[in-house]
């Protein structure tokens, strides 16, 4: 079987390579190819009738925007109970046990208390099974997304404001004082969740999905992996058990890990021990679920197991009291009642909320991608915004931080058969029943415990560093991007880390635009392909015609080096030429002025000589005037003045040995004014040395917008416009030889 598909493959190989196609058609410019072609008559709408169009309303439309916007109306009532349940229910059971220790973990990581991290665990993940169009990521607490909120919480509140009243000796580690900025920190975190939520819905309801596009991956993954050490080092107190101050901003990682080591003498034991024991399980836990992976059904839930035996280890041997170490503490049972953010707190975390808004949702897009592209279906980016909007904004009012995409828990999800938005319900259902049932539980679960899951999950993001090997491989642009995304996160906050990160992608995109490739192209023989004539040996080009293209558009940032390779690259420099023309001319013009001047003296000294000694002089003039002037002999620059026009221009005037000038216009998308500009200086200083220009393979877009800015006149006319470079290179050959027929018979 495999070699009869071999053999079939082998021989639809042949058969490429050994078709061949024939043409004869006409030589194409645009003036002959748009007479020949009739456009299709289009009545442009005014704005009153786009507008009504818009507003109107059907049965049919109203139908298709409410599946639009609630997608489980649409995918619900199919549902496949017997195939799809089952592995549902199993995923939904993974992910849940993976969800609780994590929203526990990562409350810490948001400076907010872990109850709360269980409630952004619940309330956003059932939203999204109803707004969400992805089937397999898993919505709740991520670690970079709640590293932004926790660093955005401590900006606004820290621990100095908080202890101001309080007398440090007594009450600095009271449960007044600890409640008292917790409560605040909530305040922001949930706030902060509100206005993220509002921008992404606004984005998704303007259908404003692109904007993910410009967090292009070297960032995005640069990003990442600094907020992993930011995590990393804002863990390291819980895992050694010391008391330290939160710091944020800028060098806020250099402050932190100052901090520990100044007190890093003050270490708890017993939390290391506790917390180094749990890193070392989930290491060797997450290798089993790796190297088993086809043979487990499902992943061996380690996370959960550590924090149950932590739990029991910590209840049992009574690690808070005994050992000082410090435990998750108060899970109060049951929900809390609706409440609406601190409003007043708005434009003090509006440019945070941006930021997190716009990293959230490019978190959950790229995976929902993956996924997407993995089963065979499509997501709708701008409905992933409007349900992330909907999850965070309503979920704010129950008290959840902000969210977005996991990524250890939807490839968990996803691998351990979830096929639907259930699943993820599902998930949400066991961090409810503990919220309500069986929180209270885990009160003794050591912090180290948490920063041990914590921990092991940048396990992946430090993996990230290997891409500064593969982008010093593949592109040093790309490289950059990275670096900079990382050093500027990494130094300046993840806040000022992004923008710096976003602004130099902006800037790379300029870079590339005005230092794109030049080239020269020329034909492979006997077909109608033209390459680069430098990189392959066959390709050769034709006499007097040069090709020229350069890989990007034409607009005011690279107009000048444009215009500066072109003549570079064809070796012809219309305003040297002229200038060379210009010298040649006064150079000439000076020679003949000398040699008439000779030729007046020559007469004068005739007349005033005397009758007798007549012959003598004249045969003395005769030997002047044959002295040389400027190398050439005066007699024979006499002559020059009886030269015709043409014999004249020949005589001084510098030639080039191009005729004609192609430029490939294939990779060009735009043209603005100023490209119109100096493309239209352009082919006027060469046709002034003789060389004609002509545009090959000018798209229809770039067409209407040089009819738009008036590039067409009597002297640039359509017909220099082709529709391939192998037309312009026809025309030119026919052109040229006219030329030397009409030069032949004159």
């Not at 000038?661 to 002034?688: C, Q, W």
Request: include cysteine.
């Amino acid at each position: 079987m495999r070699s009869t598909m071999e053999h079939a493959q082998e021989h639809e190989a042949c058969l490429e390579q050994t078709q061949t196609y024939c043409v004869e058609r006409p030589i194409y410019n645009q003036e002959l190819l748009q007479g020949q072609l009739h456009r299709r008559e289009r009545t442009p709408q005014t704005l009153r009738q786009k507008i009504v169009h818009s507003c109107r309303c059907s049965s049919k439309k109203a139908k298709s925007h409410l599946y639009s916007f609630l997608p489980i109306l649409k995918w619900l009532p199919r549902y496949p109970v017997k195939e799809y349940l089952l592995g549902d229910i199993i995923s939904g059971i993974s992910t849940g046990v993976m969800q609780l220790p994590q929203g526990l973990a990562y409350a810490l990581l948001a400076a907010v208390p872990p109850v709360f991290g269980l409630y952004s665990s619940f309330y956003p993940v059932f939203l999204y099974t109803f707004f969400g169009t992805s089937k397999h990521i898993s919505i709740g607490t991520f670690a970079v997304i709640s590293m932004m909120v926790g660093g955005v919480a401590v900006r606004q509140v820290p621990d100095e404001i908080t202890s101001v009243g309080y007398n440090s000796t007594n009450v600095t580690d009271s449960f007044e004082y600890y409640h008292a900025r917790d409560t605040k920190r909530v305040q922001v975190a949930v706030t902060l969740a509100f206005l993220s939520g509002i921008i992404q819905l606004c984005l998704g309801l303007l259908r404003f999905g692109f904007v993910a596009i410009y967090l292009t991956e070297p960032l995005v993954r640069g990003f990442t992996t600094a907020a992993a050490v930011h995590v990393f080092t804002s863990q390291l107190k819980y895992l050694l058990g010391i008391k330290t101050n939160r710091y944020s901003g800028p060098l806020s990682v250099v402050y932190s890990i100052a901090a520990v080591l100044s007190k890093i003498t003050t270490t708890n034991i017993a939390a290391l021990i506790v917390g180094l024991t749990c890193i070392v399980l989930l290491l060797i836990g997450k290798e089993i679920n790796l190297r088993f992976k086809k043979k487990l059904p499902v992943p061996i839930p380690m996370e959960i197991i550590v924090v149950i035996i932590g739990t029991g280890v910590s209840a049992g041997m009574n690690l808070s009291e005994s050992y000082r170490v410090d435990v998750v503490g108060n899970i109060p049972q049951g929900l809390r009642a609706p409440a609406v953010p601190e409003i007043q707190l708005i434009p003090a975390i509006f440019v945070d909320a941006i930021a997190i808004a716009i990293v959230g949702f490019s978190m959950a897009v790229s995976m929902a991608k993956i996924f997407a592209l993995k089963h065979g279906y499509t997501i709708d980016g701008n409905q992933e915004l409007i349900a992330l909007g909907i999850c965070n904004s309503v979920g704010s009012f129950f008290q959840s931080f902000s969210i977005t995409c996991s990524m250890s828990r939807s490839l968990v999800q996803e691998s351990t058969g979830g096929k639907t938005q259930i699943a993820g319900a599902l998930s949400s259902v066991m961090v409810l029943l503990v919220i309500v049932a069986i929180g209270y539980l885990f009160e003794p679960l050591p912090q180290t415990v948490l920063a041990a899951i914590v921990m092991v999950n940048l396990k992946g993001m430090f993996k990230q560093f290997g891409d500064v090997t593969h982008f010093w491989r593949t592109s040093k642009i790309e490289l950059a991007i990275w670096v900079v995304a990382f050093v500027a996160s990494l130094f300046l906050g993840l806040d000022y880390g992004l923008l710096t990160a976003v602004a130099f992608a902006m800037i790379t995109v300029i870079y590339r635009t005005q230092r794109p490739q030049y080239r020269i192209l020329g034909q492979i023989p006997d077909t109608d392909i033209y390459c680069d004539v430098e990189e392959y040996e066959e390709v050769k080009e034709y006499p007097g015609i040069k090709i020229f293209q350069a890989n990007a558009s034409l607009y005011f940032a690279n107009s000048e080096s444009y215009t500066s390779a072109l003549k570079k690259k064809t070796g012809v420099d219309p305003c040297a030429i002229l200038a060379a023309r210009r010298k040649a001319q006064k150079r000439h013009a000076r020679e003949i002025k000398a040699a008439n001047e000779l030729r007046k003296k020559a007469v004068l000294k005739l007349v005033n000589s005397s009758t007798n000694d007549m012959e003598a002089s004249v045969k003395h003039e005769i030997a002047n005037d044959e002295l040389p002037v400027n190398g050439k002999f005066a007699s024979a620059d006499a002559s020059v003045q009886d030269m015709s026009p043409d014999e004249h221009e020949q005589f001084v005037e510098p030639k080039t040995n191009i005729h004609s000038l192609i430029l490939d216009f294939t990779p060009v998308n735009f043209v603005d004014s100023v490209g119109a500009k100096t493309l239209k200086s352009i082919i006027k200083e060469y046709k002034e040395v003789g060389v004609c220009v002509c545009i090959a393979s000018c798209s229809g877009p770039v067409m209407n917008e040089l009819t738009r800015l008036n590039f067409f006149d009597d002297t640039v006319t359509r017909e220099l416009l082709f529709h391939s470079i192998h037309d312009a290179v026809l025309a030119c050959q026919v052109k040229d030889g006219s030329a030397s027929q009409t030069d032949f018979n004159l």
